[in-house]
């Protein structure tokens, strides 16, 4: 069984930055592939970006690309968000996920709140 901790995420003003980390344990088949997805309030669940084990392949929603960043420390077993010209519609919980292959996200984490304010 996978566990994932997230840590990061808090408030931040229209145009600033923040980072999420999500630290991964059990198999390590079961975290082959890892990304984030966010779910505002009152709305479906999204996949914002995810990476290859490698970390070669990454893939983000239209939304995020060019100002979220997706890394991943395959020897700390931890996957990075690094975000950055927030916007308030930003604002969500933001959950780390992962699985044994891209787009097969199956263990989630707990989600931490990112608040972007105007």
């Known amino acids: 069984q996978v566990q994932l901790v997230e840590s990061g995420g808090g408030l931040v003003q229209a145009g600033g930055s923040l980072s999420l980390a999500c630290a991964a344990s059990?198999?390590?088949?079961?975290?082959?592939?890892m990304a984030w997805f966010r779910q505002a309030a009152g709305k479906e669940r999204e996949l914002v970006a995810q990476?290859?084990?490698?970390?070669?392949?990454?893939v983000y929603a239209d939304s995020v690309r060019g100002r979220f960043t997706i890394a991943r420390d395959s020897a700390k077993n931890t996957v990075y968000l690094q975000m950055n010209s927030l916007k308030t519609e930003d604002t969500a919980v933001y959950f780390c996920?992962?699985?044994?292959?891209?787009?097969?996200?199956?263990?989630w984490g707990q989600g931490t709140q990112v608040t972007v304010s105007s």
């Open positions: 996920a992962s699985g044994n292959a891209m787009n097969a996200f199956a263990s």
């Open positions: 990476i290859s084990w490698s970390g070669r392949t990454t």
């Open positions: 059990g198999r390590a088949g079961d975290y082959y592939a």
